[in-house]
């Protein structure tokens, strides 16, 4: 399986530093929690391995390739940015059958992954009559589409109730158990502390925590009080 890799990634707008030589890694078989505070560099990192932005200097690689240089880059990487994408007018089966359709993927996976999300029940129904939690589903379901070796999620668990959160929490240590490489961006500290294996912490577009769960919290109660740390500020007392 895949690794996503992220090399000394600058990028700079006029005089702002956006990310400055951000490096680390997403390895198969482990869930990678990248967290920072709103407007700390993740959702612009995600976008440049994606090929939706590019970096002032720097890589960010997919099995050692930019992503643009992908031949099947549905089959390689699953990405949820911004929610589902789907027009609102659309069902949510037309636009997953547009989606497969615009990758070569067999019309029959459709079915399969809107299953497997648990949304089967709405996809008849307009992407406009939805609830957020819905939606989310609905982007996982796309990124699925294509069985992928690698899954880059930004805030997949937004808007979803308990269950959903349990059971994205189950899917997500799935794929990686089945060896699958998963990047996973959030600002929820304590439903990724129950979810990663290893932790990556940006602050101001800079990489200030890197490694593996246990280490980035040793010395300290908990991933929050570990990510409070690094970013500078103290936790709230509970």
Do not use: C
């Not at 996976?109 to 992407?127: K, M, T, Y």
């Amino acid at each position: 399986m895949a690794m996503l890799t992220f090399e000394r990634l600058t990028k700079r707008r006029r005089t702002k530093h956006i990310l400055s030589e951000v490096t680390f890694q997403a390895r198969p078989g482990r869930i990678t929690g990248f967290l920072g505070p709103n407007g700390a560099g993740k959702t612009s990192t995600l976008r440049i391995l994606l090929g939706l932005d590019r970096a002032t200097s720097g890589t960010a690689l997919v099995d050692g390739r930019p992503y643009r240089t992908l031949r099947d880059p549905a089959r390689k990487v699953g990405a949820l940015l911004d929610g589902s994408g789907a027009h609102r007018s659309r069902t949510g089966r037309a636009h997953l059958r547009w989606v497969a359709r615009s990758a070569g993927i067999d019309a029959a996976r459709v079915e399969d992954v809107l299953e497997l999300v648990g949304i089967a029940e709405a996809a008849g129904s307009r992407v406009a009559t939805y609830s957020l939690g819905m939606g989310q589903r609905l982007g996982l379901a796309t990124a699925l589409l294509g069985d992928p070796e690698m899954l880059v999620l930004d805030e997949p668990v937004n808007g979803l109730d308990p269950d959903g959160i349990r059971w994205i929490r189950g899917f997500l240590r799935d794929q990686a158990d089945a060896g699958r490489t998963v990047l996973l961006s959030s600002h929820l500290i304590g439903e990724l502390s129950e979810t990663v294996d290893d932790v990556v912490v940006i602050r101001a577009g800079k990489i200030v925590a890197n490694g593996p769960l246990a280490d980035v919290t040793t010395g300290y109660r908990n991933l929050e009080d570990a990510f409070f740390a690094a970013i500078g500020q103290r936790s709230a007392d509970r």
